[in-house]
């Protein structure tokens, strides 16, 4: 809660671009972000947009004020995948924005309609984690980083699956709170509804390479988009590999935009040699302009 706040205050521009979402939406989706209520904010159907446009407002933000910054490839978590997509122009800003409130409301009604969740195993290597998820019969939704592994499945089959990870030698085994077991088969009754709203929106081959969550390659031609964003909803999201594929390609230097620096700290343990910057607040942005200008 007070995501995209500070942003909005402090520069028109960010501003305006909040004022255009709660346009396109329908509804004051910019005071939620600023203000909450917490439940309403975290309720997904409100979380996925609130996410994807303070992510792109930082983006904006960061262009505005290193108008020479060139990007070679970009990368999304999850849902960031849909904001670094609209970031290089695959997807227009206003289409990204319907297409993830929609997606939203798709997972939030297949959360309401099983019951299931997610935990964090920490210090448990995948093989290893591979077997606990096929005793316990849930499954892997983030390969984030060496040392974290995130499991997604039944509630109950989840804590049998975190006890087992323990008994294997995990660390930790944490139970997150969210709402649903994301990137899992429980998430299938989101996926159809999501293919037919994304056949009816403009998807363009992206200006730069976008890696894909379920391959950890780059996307191809806009029917490839469309068809990897809707396995993505039951499929693994395979984060370091796609972070290693893009340090294969030479990239070294990764901004992080939006809310939060987990992707920072993933990125810190895949390559403690990678530079990273992050833009979420003013005080982030300042920060940032002045180590790319120096």
């Not at 947009?49 to 004020?65: D, K």
């Not at 391959?215 to 988009?225: E, L, M, N, T, Y």
């Not at 693994?236 to 594929?245: F, K, Y």
């Not at 700290?265 to 940032?288: H, P, Y």
């Amino acid at each position: 809660m007070g995501m995209g706040k500070d942003l909005a205050e402090q520069f028109p521009t960010a501003r305006s671009w909040f004022d255009r979402a709660n346009e396109v939406l329908g509804y004051d989706l910019a005071a939620l972000c600023f203000e909450g209520p917490e439940e309403a904010l975290t309720k997904t159907e409100h979380a996925q947009p609130g996410i994807y446009l303070v992510g792109w407002v930082a983006w904006q933000m960061l262009r505005e004020r290193v108008p020479s910054l060139e990007t070679q490839a970009a990368a999304g978590l999850s849902l960031g995948e849909f904001t670094a997509l609209a970031a290089v122009g695959a997807i227009g800003f206003e289409d990204g924005l319907r297409v993830v409130r929609e997606r939203g409301r798709f997972m939030q009604d297949a959360c309401d309609t099983t019951r299931g969740g997610m935990a964090a195993i920490i210090g448990l290597g995948e093989v290893a984690t591979r077997e606990v998820c096929a005793q316990a019969g849930v499954e892997i939704a983030n390969l984030n980083c060496p040392g974290q592994i995130v499991i997604s499945g039944p509630s109950d089959a989840l804590d049998n699956a975190c006890k087992i990870a323990k008994d294997q030698g995990a660390k930790r085994a944490l139970p997150l709170s969210v709402a649903g077991a994301y990137h899992s088969a429980l998430m299938k009754g989101a996926q159809a509804p999501l293919k037919k709203v994304l056949g009816e929106v403009e998807i363009k081959a992206p200006s730069v390479p976008v890696m894909a969550n379920v391959s950890a390659q780059p996307h191809g031609g806009p029917d490839q988009i469309r068809d990897l964003l809707v396995q993505q909803v039951t499929a693994s999201v395979r984060w370091e590999d796609s972070v290693r594929q893009l340090m294969r390609k030479g990239v070294t230097r990764f901004i992080e935009l939006g809310p939060g620096t987990a992707l920072t700290g993933f990125l810190r343990r895949i390559d403690k040699g990678a530079r990273a910057l992050n833009v979420e607040d003013a005080a982030s942005l300042e920060a940032t302009v002045r180590a790319l200008r120096g």
